[in-house]
Nanobody
Framework: QVQLVESGGGLVQPGGSLRLSCAAS????????MKWYRQAPGKEREVVAG????????NYAASVKGRFTISRDNAKNTVYLQMNSLKPEDTAVYYCNVRTDVGTVIGSFRDYWGQGTQVTVSS
């Protein structure tokens, strides 16, 4: 039932901007931290940014801090990633993530991922 759908990726020149969106469904969106990950070719998937349930707590990877902004609209069950001053090294597939509890087993959890959206930064 849990579903995450990313959109907004594309080809952009260095220094450009892009806004990614992740539409969530199948769970109580307001109860969970949401995160953005990315994976470049031949690299491990890495955390880019995270945001708490009410949007008051935000965390960023050092490589994107000051350039990227994560936000959420709980009324729309959507999390966003505003990416400014993009660099070629930002090129990757970007994924939306939520770690939810497994209601039938206390203390258990499960990660869910979207299909990913490609971001390519190149001149």
């Amino acid at each position: 039932q849990v579903q995450l759908v990313e959109s907004g990726g594309g080809l952009v020149q260095p220094g450009g901007s892009l806004r990614l969106s992740c539409a969530a469904s199948g769970f109580t969106f307001t109860s969970y931290t949401m995160k953005w990950y990315r994976q470049a070719p031949g690299k491990e998937r890495e955390v880019v940014a995270g945001i708490g349930r009410a949007g008051g707590a935000k965390n960023y990877a050092a490589s994107v801090k000051g350039r990227f902004t994560i936000s959420r609209d709980n009324a729309k069950n959507t999390v966003y990633l505003q990416m400014n001053s993009l660099k070629p090294e930002d090129t990757a597939v970007y994924y939306c993530n939520v770690r939810t509890d497994v209601g039938t087993v206390i203390g258990s959890f499960r990660d869910y991922w979207g299909q990913g959206t490609q971001v390519t930064v190149s001149s």
